[in-house]
């Protein structure tokens, strides 16, 4: 098994890894559905109609990081856990390590997807779907459209040159931010090597000397809110929209050279002993209605993978998303890096030296 990245799930906030303490009796119950989920999915309005048309109890609990998650599960009981949300980029680790079912990909409504996330590379392994993409979105720049002119965020690095008198704070994962960067650099994130680092160490370093702070995402938001921050690099829709209600000049945008896309999937454990419940729960998570309340969630918001979704979802809300300029920005991102162990350590240790500098 190659070594897992302790990872944050990807560009999402920060959820409470909660104790492994072993499920309550009632977890292996045929009218129980126990999922690993990111923050997201603990919306009512996402987990209440599937509870009602099912008559089951889902248990859902948060957690952060694909090793995080890895952790859990190798310290439960077999068959604790019957659903699991996971990086897209992740979903091989997971197959390698045995984790996952093979899902029934003729009823997956993937036809009505974003062609570009489908992902079948990741979700796929050796012709076997594992997983299925439910929702996507963008690491890329937010800032305060009242204190930034957005023609100043065109140009990526010039964003932390230091010369333009902005406050900047940087949002607190290596991953998508190094990301960012080698975007900037016009660097393939696919293709990163040991020999990109230098380049990336230099503007990651420029930056943080820009930028009053570093914080994860509860912190990032604050800062943004409250003016202690201009710009979040690293941000996204996932972090501006639930606060655009109130603050509609807390707002995101994708500079000329692109940004990063981060990709969440869902998938249903090898060991779940409810595997046929838990199968119709990835079915109506990646249904229209199950992705337009996943979309919206209360935690944060990002673009459902399902497109007719968009036929649920009111205008104000497609506009907070972008919804008609998704073929521009899919078409100018690339997804996160996906470096193997002995780069992936490198990555972690330049951005802690980063961090202490």
Same mark, same amino acid.
């Given at each position: 098994?190659?070594?897992?990245?302790?990872?944050?799930?990807?560009?999402?906030?920060?959820?409470?890894? $909660?104790?492994?303490?072993?499920?309550?009796?009632?977890?292996?119950?045929?009218?129980?559905?126990?999922?690993?989920?990111?923050?997201? @999915?603990?919306?009512?309005?996402?987990?209440?109609?599937?509870?009602?048309?099912?008559?089951?109890?889902?248990?859902?609990?948060?957690?952060?990081?694909?090793?995080?998650?890895?952790?859990?599960?190798?310290? /439960?009981?077999? %068959?604790?856990?019957?659903?699991?949300?996971?990086?897209?980029?992740?979903?091989?680790?997971?197959?390698?390590?045995?984790?996952?079912?093979?899902?029934?990909?003729?009823?997956?409504?993937?036809?009505?997807?974003?062609?570009?996330?489908?992902?079948?590379?990741?979700?796929?392994?050796?012709?076997?779907?594992?997983?299925?993409?439910?929702?996507? %979105?963008?690491?890329?720049?937010?800032?305060?459209?009242? =204190?930034?002119?957005?023609?100043?965020?065109?140009?990526?690095?010039?964003?932390?040159?230091?010369?333009? %008198?902005?406050?900047?704070?940087?949002?607190?994962?290596?991953?998508?931010?190094?990301? $960012?960067?080698?975007?900037?650099?016009?660097?393939?994130?696919?293709?990163?090597?040991?020999?990109?680092?230098?380049?990336?160490?230099?503007?990651?370093?420029?930056?943080?000397?820009? /930028?009053?702070?570093? %914080?994860?995402?509860?912190? /990032?938001?604050?800062?943004?809110?409250?003016?202690?921050?201009?710009?979040?690099?690293?941000?996204?829709?996932?972090?501006?929209?639930?606060?655009?209600?109130?603050?509609?000049?807390?707002?995101?945008?994708?500079?000329?050279?692109?940004?990063? =896309?981060?990709? &969440?999937?869902?998938?249903?454990?090898?060991?779940? &002993?409810? #595997?046929? $419940?838990?199968?119709?729960?990835?079915?109506?998570?990646?249904?229209?209605?199950? &992705?337009?309340?996943?979309?919206?969630?209360?935690?944060?918001?990002?673009?459902?993978?399902?497109?007719?979704?968009?036929?649920?979802?009111?205008?104000? &809300?497609?506009?907070?998303?972008?919804w008609d300029e998704q073929d521009d920005y899919l078409s100018r991102s690339q997804l996160y890096p996906a470096p193997g162990a002995q780069l992936d350590g490198q990555m972690q240790d330049l951005w802690?030296?980063?961090? #202490? @500098?």
């Amino acid at each position: 098994m190659n070594k897992i990245r302790l990872t944050q799930a990807a560009g999402l906030p920060a959820c409470a890894l $909660l104790g492994l303490a072993a499920l309550p009796a009632q977890a292996q119950a045929q009218d129980t559905l126990n999922a690993l989920v990111w923050c997201d @999915h603990t919306d009512a309005a996402l987990i209440e109609p599937f509870e009602e048309a099912h008559g089951v109890t889902v248990n859902l609990r948060e957690y952060e990081g694909t090793g995080a998650a890895f952790a859990m599960l190798e310290q /439960s009981r077999p %068959g604790d856990w019957d659903v699991l949300v996971i990086d897209t980029i992740d979903v091989p680790r997971a197959v390698e390590a045995g984790l996952l079912a093979a899902l029934p990909d003729d009823e997956l409504p993937t036809d009505d997807f974003f062609p570009e996330v489908v992902m079948a590379s990741s979700n796929s392994v050796d012709g076997t779907t594992y997983a299925v993409t439910e929702k996507f %979105g963008y690491n890329t720049i937010s800032y305060n459209a009242d =204190r930034v002119d957005p023609a100043d965020l065109d140009d990526l690095l010039a964003i932390w040159s230091g010369e333009s %008198g902005a406050r900047l704070a940087i949002y607190d994962y290596y991953l998508p931010v190094i990301g $960012l960067v080698a975007v900037g650099l016009g660097l393939d994130t696919s293709d990163l090597t040991a020999d990109d680092l230098p380049a990336i160490r230099d503007e990651l370093f420029k930056m943080k000397a820009a /930028s009053r702070s570093v %914080g994860e995402v509860v912190a /990032s938001q604050t800062a943004l809110a409250t003016g202690e921050a201009d710009i979040i690099v690293g941000g996204g829709e996932w972090l501006t929209a639930v606060l655009a209600e109130e603050q509609p000049e807390l707002t995101w945008t994708i500079p000329e050279q692109g940004a990063v =896309r981060w990709s &969440q999937s869902i998938a249903v454990l090898e060991e779940s &002993q409810n #595997q046929d $419940l838990a199968v119709e729960f990835v079915k109506y998570v990646v249904s229209a209605e199950g &992705q337009a309340a996943l979309a919206t969630s209360s935690c944060f918001w990002g673009m459902p993978a399902n497109q007719r979704a968009g036929e649920l979802l009111s205008d104000e &809300q497609r506009a907070v998303l972008r919804w008609d300029e998704q073929d521009d920005y899919l078409s100018r991102s690339q997804l996160y890096p996906a470096p193997g162990a002995q780069l992936d350590g490198q990555m972690q240790d330049l951005w802690l030296e980063m961090l #202490q @500098h």
